[in-house]
């Protein structure tokens, strides 16, 4: 079984500029997580979607971040413009949606780079 | 509110001794608890988890856990430890009493197994 894909592995880019991250799900599953990884520290949840409806965007920073799962499959998030801060990893995890007991399955991550 | 501590930002164990890696948590409700390990520019890799029923979880490459109620801990062991063991290990707590799918991370620990 393949597992969760997210394109690119890297990114480096100049701040204000726009950037997009791709994540593909393990097939089956309905629930996808964007998570943000600081140097250092443990994932933080960014969204989660069920389908194609973002259920939990409360940690979304919605004045640069966006997000969408038009097909409920694929996902994108996007960040525009880019600040320094924003360096960091983007991990997407993917679960099949059976409730709380679920396990999360991540992806290897984008990491981005602010210059 | 749910959190995870992970006292120890590093752990060090000559190969073939035991290793514990120690994590505390606090939820309101019933804690579903995981056990992540991250490979240097990998992403995270599901390890345990324990939901209810038997304290002691047994879970992939001979790693356990053992859940402990009355002091909200859940530390992730291993008889005997490998070389190649030396990664990043996550603790993640999640309510299971409030339905959330909310998953907060520990900050992690390195975990060194020497020669």
């Known amino acids: 079984e393949a597992g969760v894909v997210q394109s690119p592995r890297y990114k480096i880019i100049e701040k204000k500029q726009p950037v997009a991250f791709w994540c593909n799900p393990i097939s089956g599953h309905n629930t996808l997580y964007w998570y943000r990884q600081n140097l250092g520290q443990g994932p ?9 409806e973002a259920v939990d965007d409360s940690q979304l920073p919605k004045d640069r971040f966006s997000a969408e799962r038009l097909k409920g499959v694929d996902s994108t998030l996007k960040i525009q ?13 993917s679960s099949p949606g059976q409730g709380a007991s679920d396990t999360q399955y991540f992806g290897p991550g984008t990491r981005l780079t602010v210059l | 509110a749910q959190s995870v501590a992970q006292p120890e930002d590093q752990v060090n164990v000559a190969e073939g001794n035991p290793l514990t890696v120690k994590c505390t948590y606090s939820v309101s409700g019933n804690p579903y608890l995981f056990w992540y390990v991250q490979y240097p520019n ?8 324990y939901i209810t029923g038997d304290n002691l979880v ?23 430890a490998l070389v190649s063991d030396s990664a990043l290990y996550f ?25």
């Open chain 2, 42 to 49: 990998r992403g995270l890799q599901f390890l345990l988890k």
């Open chain 2, 91 to 115: 603790c993640a707590v999640r309510d299971g009493g409030a339905g959330s799918y909310q998953l907060t991370f520990g900050k992690g620990t390195k975990l060194s197994v020497i020669p």
């Open chain 2, 58 to 80: 047994k879970g992939s490459y001979g790693f356990e856990a053992e859940f402990n109620k009355s002091q909200t801990s859940f530390h992730l062991k291993k008889p005997s």
């Open chain 1, 44 to 52: 933080e949840l960014l969204i989660r979607y069920e389908n194609e």
């Open chain 1, 81 to 93: 413009p880019a600040e320094l801060g924003d360096s960091a990893v983007y991990l997407c995890a």
